[in-house]
């Protein structure tokens, strides 16, 4: 597949893809009903649909009963941990070994075209993109995952919260489910708009941010800070009548979904004329700028305050002109 006839590649080798970043289509008007198909499409495939059906198998087969739920215990919370440890292992791994190890298909798509291994950091653990990545993900990242997991299902078995079942709140509980990813963006959205504070971005996001061309191992790379502030949309179901398996589902939204932003390429070859959609380009394009999209679009919150970089020239000059007024601004406001 020639990813020319998607995209354009600079003189550096760096490719990006034709067309704008586009914010959902419910917030565009007049709504075009093949758009919004198209969008529903994207919505659902191939992401969302692989953590839910993630969230039913644990939910049916890899999580304790509820009796054992009621009582903390380590042989279970260590049993979530490790499955928890072992799908990011496969998944996670899998992109790692055949995008960035084997790199099946060089740097077809490849939005950057360096890949982080051939270049040795400071900024990293054992100056490495991948290595840091590694420790940080299982060192603190999974194992605060899991605490949220086994505080939800140890409060769902013992009553406290407002649970509801399916055949209670059948309507609720589809919507809910439904509304997962949009509550996983506000949050998200709101989290890091407050880590980017300057004393926060020193202090927590930055280590995040030392990923600036992201790979797998990136997605979780963070601060614990950031991760449990990551995390703590789950809270919700502690709040509002939800079920296990939603909120099973809203943590691997979190944890496993963490890595399609962080992916680096924008379709996955999967045959000789078949690719995948990644969704990786917006989520990129602020590791590139560090200050556009603060969320990925399917909540118009970047478009509203300012920050939406759709990915063309346009917009490059859009943020080009904000960092000129704040230049101008700070120029102002120091004495001479
Ligand atoms: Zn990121
Ligand atoms: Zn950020």
Same mark, same amino acid.
């Given at each position: 597949m020639d990813d020319l006839q998607f995209g354009v590649r600079n003189a550096r080798g760096d490719w990006a893809p034709n067309?704008?970043?586009? $914010?959902?289509?419910?917030?565009?008007?007049?709504?075009?009903?093949?758009? $919004?198909?198209?969008?529903?499409?994207?919505?659902?495939?191939?992401?969302?649909?692989?953590?839910?059906?993630?969230?039913?198998l644990y939910?049916?087969?890899?999580?304790?009963?509820?009796?054992?739920?009621?009582?903390?215990?380590?042989?279970?919370?260590?049993?979530?941990?490790?499955?928890?440890?072992?799908?990011? @292992?496969?998944?996670?791994?899998?992109?790692?070994?055949?995008?960035?190890?084997?790199?099946?298909?060089?740097?077809?798509?490849?939005?950057?075209?360096?890949?982080?291994?051939?270049?040795?950091?400071n900024a990293f653990l054992f100056k490495s993109q991948a290595l840091d990545g590694i420790i940080r993900t299982f060192g603190t990242g999974v194992p605060i995952w899991t605490a949220y997991e086994v505080l939800i299902l140890w409060c769902y078995a013992n009553g406290y919260g407002p649970w509801s079942v399916l055949h209670q709140t059948p309507v609720w509980f589809v919507v809910f489910w439904l509304l997962v990813p949009i509550w996983h963006e506000f949050h998200f959205?709101?989290?890091?708009?407050?880590?980017?504070?300057?004393?926060?971005?020193?202090?927590?996001?930055? #280590?995040?941010?030392?990923?600036?061309?992201p790979s797998p191992w990136s997605s979780l790379s963070m601060h614990p800070v950031e991760q449990a502030l990551y995390f703590s949309s789950s809270l919700l179901h502690l709040l509002l009548p939800s079920h296990p398996l939603i909120a099973l589902y809203q943590l691997n939204f979190a944890g496993m979904g963490a890595i399609v932003g962080h992916i680096g390429f924008?379709? $996955?070859?999967?045959?000789?004329?078949?690719?995948?959609?990644?969704?990786?380009?917006?989520?990129? @394009?602020?590791?590139?700028?560090?200050? #556009?999209?603060?969320?990925?679009?399917?909540?118009?919150?970047?478009?509203?305050?300012?920050?939406?970089?759709?990915?063309?020239?346009?917009?490059?000059?859009?943020?080009?002109?904000?960092?000129?007024?704040?230049?101008?601004?700070?120029?102002?406001?120091?004495?001479?």
């Amino acid at each position: 597949m020639d990813d020319l006839q998607f995209g354009v590649r600079n003189a550096r080798g760096d490719w990006a893809p034709n067309g704008p970043n586009l $914010i959902a289509p419910f917030y565009r008007l007049p709504w075009q009903p093949a758009e $919004i198909l198209g969008w529903l499409k994207g919505y659902f495939l191939p992401w969302n649909v692989s953590w839910m059906a993630l969230a039913a198998l644990y939910w049916f087969f890899l999580t304790p009963d509820v009796a054992t739920l009621q009582t903390l215990s380590p042989g279970w919370v260590l049993l979530l941990l490790l499955r928890n440890s072992l799908a990011v @292992l496969l998944f996670y791994g899998a992109m790692e070994l055949r995008l960035y190890i084997q790199r099946k298909q060089g740097t077809q798509f490849k939005y950057n075209h360096r890949f982080p291994g051939d270049h040795r950091s400071n900024a990293f653990l054992f100056k490495s993109q991948a290595l840091d990545g590694i420790i940080r993900t299982f060192g603190t990242g999974v194992p605060i995952w899991t605490a949220y997991e086994v505080l939800i299902l140890w409060c769902y078995a013992n009553g406290y919260g407002p649970w509801s079942v399916l055949h209670q709140t059948p309507v609720w509980f589809v919507v809910f489910w439904l509304l997962v990813p949009i509550w996983h963006e506000f949050h998200f959205y709101c989290i890091h708009r407050l880590i980017h504070i300057p004393v926060l971005y020193k202090y927590v996001h930055s #280590v995040h941010h030392r990923s600036v061309n992201p790979s797998p191992w990136s997605s979780l790379s963070m601060h614990p800070v950031e991760q449990a502030l990551y995390f703590s949309s789950s809270l919700l179901h502690l709040l509002l009548p939800s079920h296990p398996l939603i909120a099973l589902y809203q943590l691997n939204f979190a944890g496993m979904g963490a890595i399609v932003g962080h992916i680096g390429f924008d379709r $996955i070859l999967t045959g000789d004329d078949k690719a995948m959609d990644t969704h990786a380009y917006v989520h990129y @394009l602020h590791h590139k700028y560090f200050e #556009v999209n603060y969320g990925d679009g399917s909540v118009p919150l970047d478009r509203i305050f300012g920050s939406w970089h759709d990915g063309t020239k346009a917009g490059d000059e859009l943020l080009e002109g904000r960092r000129k007024k704040r230049r101008d601004k700070w120029a102002a406001d120091t004495p001479a």
